[in-house]
């Protein structure tokens, strides 16, 4: 019975660093490049690019509405980066 409780204490404390670990390696990748990041989109016909701010110069010549979706959302809408926004090197 001890060693029962000895065992599942372990087991929940691994898990706990596991999580712990998980965690941190996320707040790590939470840059521009987090597929779960807010971008902003314009709803205009000509717009193909996704925004890091709701303020940028792309997006304030946005003919229809400005959206905001997560980064994974707008790739798979087919949207590229803003150049404005993600400086390309
Ligand atoms: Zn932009």
Do not use: Q
Not at 10 to 15: D, H, R
Not at 21 to 43: A, D, E, L, Q, R
Not at 75 to 82: L, Q, V, W, Y
């Amino acid at each position: 019975m001890t060693t029962h409780v000895k065992r599942s204490i372990s087991f929940v404390f691994l898990f706990f660093v596991v999580n712990m670990f998980i965690t941190n390696s996320k707040s790590i990748t939470n840059g521009s490049n987090n597929i779960n990041s807010v971008v902003y989109v314009c709803t205009g016909p000509k717009a193909e690019v996704y925004h890091s701010r709701s303020n940028c110069k792309g997006l304030s010549r946005c003919s229809g509405t400005i959206k905001k979706m997560t980064l994974s959302e707008a790739i798979e809408k087919k949207r590229r980066a803003c150049k404005l926004c993600y400086k390309i090197k």
